[in-house]
Each structure stands twice: as structure tokens, then as C-alpha cells.
């Protein structure tokens, strides 16, 4: 398998990142969401398709044989509001190290505990990485009602075992 490298977010990823966030929700999350749910979550048809806002979080991006293939973020809050992984490269480890970086950058700036709202199609990666539901809610986004989940995961305790 091709090595996969997690670096900091840079701003010529932008095209790229907003890529991997449109065939992520496109490809992968449409086994549990309507194509209409999936067309308002990617924004298709629209250029802020993916908001740029990348001054108030830390952001880092997954790269295969030079190819952004996945990314992810860190909000000073310890809000992680984005993990997307490219179609083609899911399934092998590509989220974890993501959340690997994230998780040691969290912890070397005093953070106890990370938060985030999963998909029902990122449910089971985040509870695999020691996060636990708080509760299911459904938000409403461009029209769409969404199912998610409010997670949650103290960096105090053990990870599970691999
Ligand atoms: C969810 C997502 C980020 C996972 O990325 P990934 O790179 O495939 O995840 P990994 O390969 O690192 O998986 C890590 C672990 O989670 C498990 N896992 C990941 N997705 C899973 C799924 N849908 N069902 C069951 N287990 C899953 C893997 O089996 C693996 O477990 P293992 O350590 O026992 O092998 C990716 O599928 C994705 O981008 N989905 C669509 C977009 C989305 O919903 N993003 C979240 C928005 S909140």
C-alpha cells in the first residue's frame, strides 16, 4: 500500500481538499444519505461548496503518491468539524492518521477532550477511535434534515487497542 503522509494544510490544497470533501459525501456518505440530502451537504452547483475557513481552526491533509486524498480539522474549542477521506482511499487508515496528528496536537496544547458531530456514515470510524455518542439529533442543512450524532472523546483515557 502507498505510504500516507499528514502534513499541515496549505492554501494550493484548497482545490483538492474541496475535491475529496465533494466525492466523500458524494460516493461514500450517500449509502446512508437521500442524493438529495447529499447534494445539499456537497453543495453541488455551488462555488463555497466547501467553506474556506481555515484562520480559526488547524487543518491537516492526508497525501498518497503526492495526491491529497483526505483531511481533517482542529477548532480551538476542541471541536473537530471536518474528516473526509477520498473514496478510492477509504478503508485503509487514512482517517486514523489524520486523527492520530490531530489527537497529539490537541494534547500538546492542553486539550482534554475532543468533540464532534458524526455522520451515521462516520459513526462507526469515530467510535473505533475511542469516541462515545452523546446523543443522535437531526440538524437541518439547506433545506435537508440530517441525521448525526454528537460524539465525544477525552484524550486522558487509554485508546483502545489496534
Ligand atoms: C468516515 C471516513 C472519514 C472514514 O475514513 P477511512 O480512512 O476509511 O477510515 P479508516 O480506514 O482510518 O478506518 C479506521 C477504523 O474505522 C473503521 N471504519 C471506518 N469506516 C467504517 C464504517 N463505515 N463502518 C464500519 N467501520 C468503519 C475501519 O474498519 C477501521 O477499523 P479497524 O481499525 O478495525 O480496521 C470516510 O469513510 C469518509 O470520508 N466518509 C464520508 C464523509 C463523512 O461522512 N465524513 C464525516 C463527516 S462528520
Redesign the pocket.
Known sequence: MTAVLVRAYRSEDLDAVRNVFVR??RE??IRDYSPAQTDAWSGVDRPDAWSSAVDDRLIWVAVADELVV?FTDLEPSGHLD????HPQ?????????LLTCLEATARRQGLTRLF????I??K??FE??GFKVLTAQVVEHRGEKFT?FQMEKFLNERPPP?
Open positions: 466523500a459525501i461514500s456518505a483526505g471536518r474528516m473526509y477521506v482511499h477509504e478503508g485503509r487508515g487514512v482517517a486514523s492518521a464532534t458531530e458524526a455522520s456514515t462516520a462507526p470510524f473505533r477511535r448525526n489496534i
